[in-house]
C-alpha cells in the first residue's frame, strides 16, 4: 500500500486483502497469523507526541483486536483496536512505558459502554508527551483519558492488524481497516471532531496516509 503522505510503504501478508466501499478503499484481514499488513520501518518516535487514526470494523465477537501498532521486539509502543477482558469489551490506545513489555507498565485510555463489534467506528489516539496523557477519541468524540509520565519507543515497523506481546504476535484483527492516518503531533480535541468530518485543515499535514482514496 503506497503511503500518501511520507515514505513508508506498507506490504500485504498473502490473507490480507485490498477492497472498496463507498468512500474509499479499505484492508480486509481475517483474523489468523498470516492476514496483516507491515511497513518496513516505524512512522513516528512513540517516546514523543504522535496521533493515528482509522476507520475500523471489527466482526469478532471475542478477544483483544488490534488495528494499528507499532513494533516487533519484545513489545509494542503503542496499539488501538479493541479489548476484551474481565468481561468487559471496549475501545483502548495502549502505551509501553518499559522495553520488557510487561502488563504492568502499560498504559491505556479506553472507552466505556460503547459497541465494538460490527459497527463502523473512527478510532483516534493521541499521545501529549508535554501534557502527558493519552487520549482516545471513538467517532470524534473523547472516549477515555490516561496519565502517562513517559513513554518507552521501540524500532519495529507499524503494523496493521495485530501487535507484539511478550515476544509474540497478538490480537489479530478480524474485519475491516481503512483511512489510516498518522500526525508526528497531538491533535486537540476540536482537530479530531473535524478529521471525523472529514473537515481537518489541509495544513496539517500527517507524516503517513494510506487506504485514503
Known sequence: MRDRSGQV???????????????????????????????????????????????????????????ISQGDGTSYSFELGREDGNGKKSWVF??????????????????????????????????DAQGKTLTLYVDGKEAGRAPVAATWSGQGPLQLGRSRHHGIWSGPWAGVIGHVLVWDKPLTADQVLALKGGKLDKEIKPVGSWLVG
Open 9 to 67: 510503504n506498507i506490504a500485504l501478508s498473502p490473507d490480507a486483502v485490498l477492497g472498496k466501499v463507498d468512500n474509499g478503499n479499505v484492508l480486509r484481514l481475517r483474523s489468523n497469523g498470516n492476514s496483516y499488513a507491515q511497513a518496513a520501518e516505524p512512522v513516528v518516535d512513540a517516546s514523543k507526541s504522535f496521533t493515528v487514526s482509522a476507520w475500523v470494523y471489527n466482526e469478532a465477537e471475542g478477544g483483544s483486536r488490534f488495528a
Open 94 to 127: 495502549r502505551m509501553q512505558t518499559d522495553e520488557k513489555g510487561a502488563a504492568s507498565t502499560a498504559v491505556a485510555a479506553t472507552s466505556d459502554g460503547l459497541n465494538t463489534v460490527r459497527t463502523w467506528a473512527l478510532l483516534t489516539g493521541v499521545y
